[in-house]
């Protein structure tokens, strides 16, 4: 029973390129979150998703940032032209159904360096 | 606006002793409380959490104490080992659903 899965696991970028951070939930579940922490930071909520739908993405930069989790496949975080100050561990988090949506399951995460 | 505060950066406990890390939270909206360990490289793993209706939650080794007047929640480990030794983050949510609210997490170093 594979847990969450993150890839890549280390992602270099150079500022003006995209990033593409990939999720896939456990085997079961429909509810997908990604969590961003900053060096010597807690863990920042971004934004909520569940199939086709993005439930909240109030933590979600205005500008340059976007999820989708679609039918098929796995829930995707697009960076577009990344900066220095994105460099960071973005976690993705899976849960069941909205009965146990706070029992979040992380993967290992991104670790995105800009350079 | 750091709604969660896990004050204590860092925590030594020797070996078979009891560890107590300590959360404060400010939203009195809260209703559902985490805590997570975490290994270095590693994703955040679930310990342990407790609903608002409660006051302690007990689980093998670890305790969770909630006290909704002061705001304020704690996580027991007893007797503590080595292989505990990780950060440990308290994290909260209003209406047991969606986001987490985490702290900065705490440090706990435990010596043989």
């Known amino acids: 029973n594979a847990g969450v899965m993150q890839n890549p696991r280390h992602l270099v970028r150079r500022r003006g390129q995209e990033a593409r951070l990939r999720c896939s939930p456990m085997?079961?579940?429909?509810?997908v979150y990604w969590y961003r922490q900053l060096p010597e930071e807690g863990l920042k909520f971004m934004v909520y998703?569940?199939?086709?739908?993005?439930?909240?993405e109030s933590g979600m930069p205005k500008e340059r940032f976007s999820a989708e989790f679609p039918k098929e496949g796995p829930s995707i975080l697009r960076i577009q032209q990344v900066v220095r100050g994105d460099s960071a561990a973005y976690f993705c988090?899976?849960?069941?159904?909205?009965?146990?949506?706070?029992?979040?399951?992380f993967g290992p995460g991104t670790r995105l360096t800009v350079l | 606006d750091q709604q969660v505060k896990q004050n204590s950066p860092s925590l030594s406990v020797q070996e078979g002793r009891i560890s107590i890390l300590n959360c404060d939270y400010t939203?009195?909206?809260?209703?559902?409380f985490l805590w997570y360990k975490k290994y270095p490289a590693e994703g955040p793993t679930f310990l342990i959490s407790?609903?608002?209706?409660?006051d302690k939650n007990e689980d093998g080794r670890f305790t969770v104490f909630l006290n909704k007047s002061a705001k304020h929640l704690s996580l027991h480990i007893v007797p503590s080992q080595p292989g505990d030794s990780a950060v440990y983050f308290c994290?909260?949510?209003?209406?047991?659903?969606?986001?987490?609210?985490f702290g900065q997490g705490t440090e706990l170093s435990v010596k043989p």
């Open positions: 988090a899976s849960s069941p159904d909205a009965l146990w949506a706070d029992t979040q399951y």
């Open positions: 085997k079961g579940h429909s509810h």
């Open positions: 998703l569940q199939k086709e739908n993005i439930i909240d």
């Open positions: 939203n009195s909206m809260f209703d559902y």
């Open positions: 407790i609903s608002s209706i409660k």
């Open positions: 994290a909260a949510s209003v209406n047991q659903g969606g986001k987490l609210i």
